[in-house]
């Protein structure tokens, strides 16, 4: 068992860099779709961007563009997990205390997935690795 466990060790960095990879692009979807109307449906683009609500597609979108190709990932990650966190606790915890009958679990998963990346950094496949010659 030990044999196995070594042999998954080696793809723990690149793992990582997918987790950041998949965790931005699923965001961007949220930016893009109150931002540009795309994918079509939910709130469509037609979300006031001077309001508090409006703030968090512009957010969403640069954020999760930045998170998709790496680059500024542990600053990016920490401003993302406060966001994601404020999202549960200003929408979400409101309605119920739990996130299950809230809708916030996303939100706090989210959290805790760009919290985990602040202090693991962004893997191999990242801007920021290739800036700094491969090193995380």
């Known amino acids: 068992m030990a044999r196995r466990s070594t ?6 960095p690149h793992v990582l860099s997918l987790l950041r990879i998949v965790s931005g692009l699923l965001l961007l979807q949220h930016g893009a779709q109150k931002i540009l109307g795309f ?13 508090l609500p409006g703030w968090s597609g512009p957010i969403e979108l640069v954020g999760g563009v930045l998170m998709v190709l790496g680059l500024f990932s542990r600053p990016t990650a920490f401003i993302l997990s406060g966001f994601t966190a ?14 299950i009958n809230n809708g916030g679990e996303l939100a706090v998963l989210y959290c ?25």
């Open 7 to 12: 042999s998954l060790a080696g793809w723990e």
């Open 39 to 51: 994918p079509p449906g939910g709130q469509g683009g037609g979300i006031d961007l001077s309001t």
């Open 86 to 99: 404020v999202a549960y606790w200003m929408v979400h915890a409101p309605q119920s205390p739990y996130p």
């Open 112 to 136: 805790f997935v760009f919290l985990y990346l602040v202090f693991a950094g962004p893997g191999p496949w990242s801007l920021d690795s290739a800036l700094r010659g491969g090193r995380r």
